[in-house]
Structure formats: structure tokens, C-alpha cells
């Protein structure tokens, strides 16, 4: 049983937010320059709150982030606004999970759940009770209740600003508390996909689920459908709305699978298998390859590094980059501009990120789905080397794939983990930290221009 969360204080002002906290001002800002701006569907409202508010909900959100923690309340699946864990954590998890099959000779599903205005749909009793749920009392759920309740916007438009208007449901737009209670809402979410043999990952309302099967499995397309149906049912009893029509599944065919295609209708609504998918700012195939994140990043320029195995198109990218921002001519060599810049090339860059994802996971410090990925190496006798802080490289049994192999994380970490020094392995933080920052400018390789 969860310690609970409460104060000794019993005066109800202790449990009360000021009101001029809860007044919010919303300007609608159009998606992209090109979009019709008489159509409201390509506007995206900004909301605008008090300093004083945002100040007060950061020292709200670190003692029930320290409380959650601490009590192990929080979804190890989601990476949603949690120290250590981000948008490339999150990836990295999925994607390791969808390599690792493909190296096995599996077949995998990837779905990408699209949820209707998430933020502005969530009940607050729901929620409410969800705190109770999680040792949440006194004062302090007074206070949370005392935040939900009684909030009010005003839409400016063009300098014009609109009459104040109640908001009813909805954790506060671009408040600083508001994704975490979010997560907490849709916590029970996960335990629905498990109960079908289902894996899933969240960042904030972006759930991706995901399973890999063999080759006799026969029961796919049926096994997913349950799986929605159950999830969008979920999503009703708790105010949200799952929308079908732009969530997207991803079929990743293995070696020798009798599906071709793959399409599941829920709801007299068919979601047929695409090509790709955009999962938390990276454009998926379904090959794995990541030629669509490159071909989009190719039209966009975008200055940019991307952890991917297709490293010389994106060095090429980088390459420009550097030149522009020094406005040189196309074929300039770049080394010493990306010294100058205290850039590594894409490869190093590929490099030191697994290598920092590493010393974490070593650490101890990493997401524990990142922990799970890395085993130290034990010797089984008295050895020098049980001291040296090594890894365990995972064998590749007879018969997988081997070309799925060097995208494996768990595979290219441990190895370049005991290729590198004693002094990188067993250093603290602090030294690490110094030794990243000279990697820049001592380090660097010629860069092929």
C-alpha cells in the first residue's frame, strides 16, 4: 500500500487555488502559412497563463512527480514528462522491440493510437478519483479539485479579446501540471492492452502498441480488432474519443509470412496497413530502413540529427548545413567547420548517443525499459575483468537475420561500451560530462566532403 500524499494542515485555505491563477488567454496561431485561414480546423489555439500559476504548478508538479516515484505509481510505458525519459527513449524502445523480431524471423504489428482532443476531454471527477486511487488525501486533494474547477478562458482575436467563458472538462491548455495528470488519467489504459498479449508504449497521448508473431499465427487481424474494441470502449467511459479514421497500423512482414496485408475494422471503420508512419516526430516504415525520415528530411533541410543506420544521406545534409551556416560553396571540406561548430558527424553523433543511453543504463539512471536492454558481464570464475565494468554482447543464434542485427541497441551498445577505456567505463557523471564535451574538438574524424 502507497504512503499517502497529504499535509497535516486541516484549514481549508490550505487545499484552495487563487482564482486569478485559473483565467487563461487563448490566441489562435495558423498551423502553416499556407493553410485556408477562414477554416478554423487549420488554426491551433495557444493558451496563455499567469507566471505566478505556471511558477506554482512546477513546485506542485516535482513533489507529485517525487511522491509517484518514489512509491513506484507510475507507468514504467510511459514516457511522458519524466526525468530521464524523452521522445528518443521512447522510439528507441519501440524500435528495438520491431528489430529484434525482424532479427528473429518474426512479423509485427505497430499501431499508432489518434486520440480527438485528449487534454480537453478529460473528466475531472474521473481524474479525481484516480488521485484517491493513487493515496492522494486531505489538503492536497482539496487543492487539485480546487485547481480543476472553476477555470475560464478568453479567446483573442486579431486584438479583440472574447467574452470570459467557463472551461467544464480538460486539464488547463499549456499549464505545466496538466500532462502529468493526463498520464495518471489514462494509466488503467495500459493494463487494457496487455490483457491481449499486446505491448504499448506512451509519450504524453501518443500510445503506441505493438506485437510480434510467427509465421503460424492465424489470428492477427481478429486479435487487434478485441484490442480496439476494448481500448475505444475505454476511451468512452472515460470521456475521450479514440479516433480510427487517423490512427494508423504498420505491418512489418517476416521471413516466410503468409499475410500479405493486414487491414482491422472496429466500429465499421477499417484501418488498412500503411507504408509509414509519423511516431513521435519520425517517419516509420515498414521495412525498417527509415528512407521516408530521410526523403522528408532531404525536402525539408531540416538541421537535424537522426540515430538511423542510412548514414550518408543524412551526412550529406549535415554537410550542407555547415556550409550554409558559414555560407561556403558546395564542395567546401567541413571538418574544421564542424570543430568550429562543436559538431560530431553523424556517425560519431550515433555513437556518442548510444554510448550516453549506455552509461545510464549502467548507471542505473536510464528508463528502466532502456536498463532491461543491457546485462552486465558476471565471469564465471575470479577474473581481472570482473571488475572492469563490461557488458554482455548477445550471441546471433544460427538462423536470424543478420542484417537486423547492427540496429539492435542491445546489440551495438554493449560492444562499443567494452571497446571503449576503464576510465570511461567507471568515471562518474561529472567526468563523462567533461569528456563530452571535448569529444567536439579532439575527436572529430575528416569529414568527407
Request: charged share 15%.
Amino acid at each position: 500500500m502507497a504512503s499517502y500524499y497529504t499535509t497535516p494542515y486541516s484549514d481549508r485555505d490550505m487545499g484552495c487555488v487563487p482564482s486569478d491563477f485559473k483565467m487563461a488567454r487563448v490566441t489562435p496561431l495558423l498551423k502553416k502559412p499556407s493553410l485556408d485561414q477562414s477554416d478554423v480546423n487549420n488554426y491551433r489555439p495557444v493558451s496563455l497563463l499567469s507566471f505566478l500559476s505556471k511558477t506554482l504548478e512546477r513546485v506542485v508538479t516535482d513533489q507529485l512527480s517525487s511522491y509517484l516515484s518514489q512509491n513506484n505509481l507510475l507507468d514504467p510505458n510511459q514516457s511522458g514528462f519524466k526525468t530521464g525519459h524523452s521522445t528518443e527513449t521512447a522510439l528507441l524502445c519501440v524500435t528495438e522491440a520491431l528489430c529484434k523480431a525482424q532479427a528473429n524471423c518474426l512479423s509485427s504489428v505497430l499501431i499508432l493510437l489518434d486520440l480527438s482532443a485528449a487534454f480537453d476531454t478529460v473528466n475531472h471527477q474521473i481524474l479525481l478519483s484516480t488521485l484517491s486511487d493513487l493515496g492522494i488525501s486531505g489538503a492536497v486533494h482539496s487543492w487539485f479539485s480546487s485547481y480543476l474547477s472553476d477555470h475560464f478562458y478568453q479567446v483573442v482575436w486579431r486584438g479583440s479579446p472574447s467574452n470570459m467563458q467557463p472551461l467544464v472538462t480538460g486539464v488547463p491548455q499549456g499549464s505545466v501540471l496538466g500532462p502529468l495528470l493526463f498520464s495518471l488519467y489514462t494509466r488503467s489504459l495500459g493494463s487494457v492492452i496487455s490483457s491481449h498479449g499486446l505491448s504499448y508504449h506512451c509519450y504524453a497521448d501518443d500510445t503506441q502498441q505493438f506485437f510480434s508473431f510467427p509465421q503460424s499465427e492465424t489470428q492477427v487481424a481478429s486479435r487487434i480488432s478485441a484490442c480496439l474494441t476494448d481500448i475505444s470502449a475505454w476511451m468512452s467511459a472515460h470521456h475521450l474519443k479514440l479516433n480510427l479514421g487517423k490512427t494508423e497500423l504498420l505491418f512489418f512482414k517476416g521471413r516466410a509470412c503468409p499475410l500479405q496485408d493486414l487491414s482491422i475494422t472496429v466500429d465499421n471503420v477499417t484501418v488498412p496497413a500503411t507504408h509509414c508512419g509519423k511516431n513521435l516526430g519520425v517517419t516509420l516504415d515498414n521495412s525498417l530502413s527509415f528512407s521516408a525520415h530521410i526523403k522528408a528530411v532531404f525536402r525539408s533541410h531540416a538541421l537535424q540529427h537522426s540515430e538511423i543506420c542510412a548514414i550518408k544521406p543524412m551526412q550529406l545534409i549535415q554537410n550542407s548545413a555547415a556550409r550554409l551556416i558559414f555560407n561556403l560553396p558546395k564542395f567546401s571540406h567541413v571538418t574544421q567547420l564542424f570543430r568550429t561548430l562543436h559538431w560530431l558527424p553523424v556517425e560519431a553523433r550515433i555513437h556518442y548517443k548510444t554510448m550516453v543511453l549506455a552509461y545510464g543504463a549502467v548507471r542505473g539512471t536510464a528508463p528502466s525499459y532502456i536498463q532491461s536492454l543491457i546485462k552486465p558481464y558476471t565471469p564465471t570464475r575470479a577474473l581481472r575483468s570482473a571488475t572492469s565494468g563490461l557488458l554482455v554482447v548477445p550471441s546471433i543464434r544460427e538462423g536470424n537475420s543478420r542484417s537486423a542485427q547492427p540496429k539492435l541497441f542491445s546489440v551495438l551498445a554493449p560492444q562499443w561500451w567494452n571497446n571503449s577505456t576503464l576510465e570511461i567505463r567507471s568515471s562518474d557523471s561529472t567526468n563523462l560530462q567533461k569528456t563530452s564535451k571535448n569529444i567536439p574538438l579532439q575527436t572529430v574524424p575528416p569529414v568527407a566532403p
